[in-house]
């Protein structure tokens, strides 16, 4: 399995920096040696590749995104409980794989986000989440 397969993409990545997510991550997405191309590279490689003066964007694992993800969120009046499940794919159900969402007792959904790479449904869902200002995750102002 290669690494783009493991982490949240590009995109969203970008998204997540720009909604305040600390940069703290053992991957990230910066451009290859040629300076043409985005690809994941771990952290003990970035002084090879990475220059003072490009982007990056922290390339996070699913178990990275799951520590931002509140157990549980509160909306109209009720609460909602964090839920993850695979999906079991059948000749009628082909869905991707990873569900992620909130719901309640009563088996009523807040929000719920699907895609083939868990970590990008994770990463959706935090968007989702903060874009809403359900969750505030901004990082304190850099020094």
Known sequence: MKMEECVCILESAKELKELGIEQKSNFYWNKNVAGKKWKVFHTKYLQYF?????????AFL????????PSSIKM????YYLFMT???KTEHFKLPD???GYKNFDNEYACAQRDGIEAEAKAKMLIYLIKRRIINLRK????
């Open 50 to 58: 990475h220059k003072d003066n490009e982007e990056r964007y922290s």
């Open 62 to 69: 699913s178990s990275e995104l799951t520590k931002y993800l």
């Open 76 to 79: 109209n009046n009720n609460e």
């Open 86 to 88: 695979k999906t079991t």
């Open 98 to 100: 990873n569900y992620i």
């Open 140 to 143: 304190n102002k850099e020094k």
